[in-house]
T-cell receptor, first 112, second 111 residues
Framework: EAQVTQNPRYLITVTGKKLTVTCSQN?????MSWYRQDPGLGLRQIYY???????DKGDVPEGYKVSRKEKRNFPLILESPSPNQTSLYFC???????????FGSGTRLTVV | AQSVSQHNHHVILSEAASLELGCNYS??????LFWYVQYPGQHLQLLLK??????LVKGIKGFEAEFIKSKFSFNLRKPSVQWSDTAEYFC?????????FGAGTRLTVKP
């Protein structure tokens, strides 16, 4: 089944403890992206990647890192999480602009 | 930079009523436009898309949208809503791996 898989689905962590949210797609898509969704603010792009080893900042990249060493994987790294990073995170992939994104199921992160 | 505006924050309808959700975009180039739906507790799912051709596009679950270039609009419509259409709806414009979403419209359908 064609899909974008994120793990974990839920995560509660403490301030400052490094964490990684994994994202993998099995559709051979070139584009991948991370969004966060917050009430009243909609979806905001954190980072995106056009292909392997090509990443760019989105609208809200502060406090996040990404890497794209393989086409299928696009992990989101929070080196020192803070409470303002408590949010619902979505990974997405796309074969190109005409097709739109396929979204993963989301990761609900709580930083205490 | 491209951007999207959705005018309706929350829409409440009774079953069988007709639906129209507004979406306006700002982008000077060729547009790729999308409507996504997010059911409570779930991820975003694609309803329909437009990038060229017939400006009236049909999507899943009986939804359709009309691209009106002169108005920079891409409104979503459904002739008769059902209780199961209760969800949040997002309009988006997508270029060069940059997808911009509107703030979303929450639709509540009363049985």
């Amino acid at each position: 089944e064609a899909q974008v898989t994120q793990n974990p689905r839920y995560l509660i962590t403490v301030t400052g403890k490094k964490l990684t949210v994994t994202c993998s797609q099995n559709m051979n898509h070139e584009y991948m992206s991370w969004y966060r969704q917050d009430p009243g603010l909609g979806l905001r792009q954190i980072y995106y990647s056009m292909n392997v080893e090509v990443t760019d900042k989105g609208d809200v990249p502060e406090g996040y890192k990404v890497s794209r060493k393989e086409k299928r994987n696009f992990p989101l790294i929070l080196e020192s999480p803070s409470p303002n990073q408590t949010s619902l995170y979505f990974c997405a992939s796309s074969p190109g602009d005409h097709y739109g994104y396929t979204f993963g199921s989301g990761t609900r992160l709580t930083v205490v | 930079a491209q951007s999207v505006s959705q005018h309706n924050h929350h829409v409440i309808l009774s079953e069988a009523a007709s639906l129209e959700l507004g979406c306006n975009y700002s982008y000077g180039g060729t547009v790729n436009l999308f409507w996504y739906v997010q059911y409570p507790g779930q991820h975003l799912q694609l309803l329909l898309k437009y990038f060229s051709g017939d400006p009236l596009v049909k999507g899943i679950k009986g939804f359709e949208a009309e691209f009106i270039k002169s108005k920079f609009s891409f409104n979503l419509r459904k002739p008769s809503v059902q209780w199961s259409d209760t969800a949040e709806y997002f309009c988006a414009v997508f270029n060069n791996n940059d997808m911009r979403f509107g703030a979303g419209t929450r639709l509540t359908v009363k049985p």
